[in-house]
């Protein structure tokens, strides 16, 4: 059983490959799609790569969680904050994470992800 800190940073790690993931994904189609680029699909298809990776360490990232008794209920972005709603051995909690401190981990594992290619 983790505590409530170690919860916090494995939801943080998890949210963070989340959103890397979409991110690249997102970035990916608008590069394929862009005329005025003449590498466009080549971009686009290094971006899915990188993206494919994200989704790797997302679902690892999640399965570390559930490894550790650490259900995830839901997940809901408003407003600027990111709110999950989790439980460990029956117990519902929520966690809050506001987009500019969630901006910068996505970055860190981005950076990560690039080092690594």
Request: hydrophobic share 40%; glycine share 8%.
């Amino acid at each position: 059983m983790f505590t409530k800190s170690e919860v916090n940073e494995k939801l943080l790690e998890w949210l963070a490959w989340r959103l890397t993931m979409k991110s690249l994904r997102q970035d990916a189609g608008v590069m394929e799609t862009a005329s005025h680029l003449k590498l466009g699909i080549g971009y686009g298809l290094v971006l899915r790569e990188l993206s494919e990776t994200a989704t790797t360490r997302e679902q690892a990232a999640y399965t570390a969680m559930q490894t550790g008794g650490i259900t995830v209920l839901g997940v809901k972005e408003d407003r600027g904050e990111t709110f999950v709603w989790w439980k460990q051995r029956g117990r519902p909690d929520m966690y809050r994470i506001a987009d500019q401190l969630l901006q910068p981990a996505a970055q860190m594992k981005l950076g990560e992800l690039i080092e690594k290619q």
